[in-house]
Each structure stands twice: as C-alpha cells, then as structure tokens.
C-alpha cells in the first residue's frame, strides 16, 4: 500500500481502529509504564501462509508515535512459515503496548485473506479466468481486504457503488426486465462504464446478450448451464460466474473459459493467519 493512499484514505480507518481500543486512556499499559522508555519487540508469525499488510501494522504505532520504528525482514506476498522473525518494533514501550492488539489485527485479517486468495488463485493457474473479489468485505476495512486480495494473487471487481455498473436481481425487478435494466443503465451511465448484468436463467442470458451488455455474471448456475451460457454468448460479451464459489470447488470451471469468476469467500470466510509481537523488553 503506498504512501498516499495510506495517508488519504486508510489513516481514517486506522484512527478509528485505535480509538475504539483507546477511547480515555491505557490503564493496563499506564499501570505498569507511567513514563516514556525505549523498548523493542518481535514481530513472529506462528502460522504458514502469505503476508500481507506490514505497512498498516507499522502505521498503526507511527499514528501514535512517529519515532516509533519497524524493521522488515520480509514483504508482502512472501511466504512466510511457523516460528519466522518476521520485523522487530522499537520505540516507546507504551506505544508498543497500546498499538499491539490494534496493528495485529489488521495484520493477521490481511494476511489470513491473501493466504487463501493465494490458495484459490493456484488452482485457476493455466486456465484464461481471473480471479475477483467482491464487495463482500467487513464494514471500513474495505481498502485493506482488497488490497490483501492483490497481494494474494488475486484481483478487484469494482470498489464500491460509484466504481461501476453491475445490474443485480432487483436492478432487474425495478427497472421491469433485464433489457430496460440495460436500456437504462446505458442512457445514464458514462460512456467510459462498462455494464454488468446479473443472470439466473439462459432466457436472461440471451436476452443480456441481445441488448448488448459488456459482461454477463453467470449467478448460481450449474456447470452444464454455464457451459450453453457462454455458447450462446458466443464471444458478444465478458462473462463472469459467481455464487457459492469456493476453494472446495473453483477448480471445476477452469475448463468452461469464462472470463472471471467472483469469489465473496475471498474476503468474508478467509480465517486469520495467526501472528504475534513477543519479547518485548527495554533497551537502553
């Protein structure tokens, strides 16, 4: 995560992480360190898996100290293993008390969702699909889950509701039918937007085909289905599949040639990669 964007979008995020952790003081930190001394402690991964998120974890104790110092011995989108110095902190040890919980939550989040992108980006290697994430994310942590998911391999359908246009079921039910949907979203929408429409049946997808939308979402539907979708496509338009699709069964589409595949799995079922700040101790 670069610099600016870190600066302009996700500082408010990460402000409002420690706030929620600290909204008076510290008691147990004050209890024990009612003063300023340097200390330094390790960061060890107790897992194996992908990093993902180093520059947030050091961004959580500069916000509350700038003095405070990360050492990297690895970067993201390396594989890390069970027992790894991963980089050590040093400042006030009553900032690492405080930021510890706050940086290790990000950390291990971001990083628990680029171990398993990675996993599920390895089994669609060889094929022509690329692998998205959707909008699926836990509420403010948005900007760090999608960001995870590049590091794992993966990549990012739009970012949020101005990012573009994807027509869903009840899109479709206001606007009347999927071809008034496209009539729609085509007379409003900025020439420079692509449209995505929603499909269920094959009566929608040809129906989609013929009122000339540039991607067409395959929702839910089986194998054979998709497989007479993208026939009746026939190269008039992107495809997307998406629903239920996971790690346990994303490799049953490598071969139907669909474009994307959207997987909210990626971000809302991905378990932590367990991680700790050990050892910490004054120096002098």
């Known amino acids: 995560m670069n610099p600016v964007t870190m600066q302009l979008v996700a500082d408010k995020y990460i402000k409002m992480a420690l706030e929620e952790d600290i909204n008076s003081?510290?008691?147990?930190?004050?209890?024990?360190?009612?003063?300023?001394?340097?200390?330094?402690?390790?960061?060890?991964?107790?897992?194996?898996?992908?990093?993902?998120?180093?520059?947030?974890?050091?961004?959580?104790?500069?916000?509350?100290?700038?003095?405070?110092?990360?050492?990297?011995?690895v970067k993201d989108g390396d594989r890390v293993s069970n027992g790894q110095l991963m980089a050590t902190v040093t400042g006030d040890i009553r900032v690492l008390l405080s930021?510890?919980?706050?940086?290790?939550n990000y950390l291990q989040r971001m990083s628990g969702i680029?171990?398993?992108?990675?996993?599920v980006a390895d089994l669609l290697k060889g094929s022509r699909t690329t692998l998205l994430d959707t909008r699926k994310t836990t509420p403010c942590m948005r900007i760090f889950e999608k960001y995870a998911v590049k590091v794992g391999g993966g990549?990012?359908?739009?970012?949020?509701?101005?990012?573009?246009?994807?027509?869903?079921d009840n899109h479709i039910g206001a606007a009347g039918g999927v071809r008034e949907a496209i009539a729609a979203a085509k007379a409003y929408a900025p020439f420079v937007r692509k449209i995505e429409i929603e499909t269920e049946s094959l009566d929608m997808v040809r129906e989609a085909?013929?009122?000339g939308a540039d991607i067409i979402m395959l929702d839910n539907m089986t194998y054979d289905e998709m497989a007479e979708a993208i026939r009746i496509i026939d190269g008039r338009c992107e495809t997307?599949?998406?629903?239920?699709?996971?790690k346990e069964n994303i490799a049953a589409i490598?071969?139907?040639?669909?474009?994307?595949?959207?997987?909210?799995?990626?971000?809302?079922?991905?378990?932590?990669?367990?991680?700790?700040?050990?050892?910490?101790?004054?120096?002098?």
């Open 25 to 73: 003081e510290d008691v147990s930190t004050n209890a024990v360190m009612p003063g300023c001394r340097k200390g330094t402690a390790d960061l060890i991964c107790k897992d194996e898996g992908i990093i993902a998120g180093l520059a947030v974890f050091k961004r959580v104790f500069t916000l509350l100290d700038a003095g405070t110092e990360t050492e990297s011995f």
């Open 99 to 104: 930021g510890e919980r706050t940086a290790l």
């Open 114 to 119: 680029a171990t398993y992108t990675r996993s």
């Open 155 to 168: 990549s990012n359908h739009r970012y949020n509701l101005s990012d573009g246009v994807l027509l869903k």
């Open 209 to 211: 085909a013929d009122a």
């Open 240 to 246: 997307e599949c998406s629903g239920n699709m996971t």
């Open 254 to 284: 490598t071969d139907l040639g669909v474009d994307y595949v959207s997987s909210g799995a990626l971000t809302h079922s991905a378990p932590i990669l367990d991680i700790s700040l050990k050892n910490l101790h004054p120096v002098d």
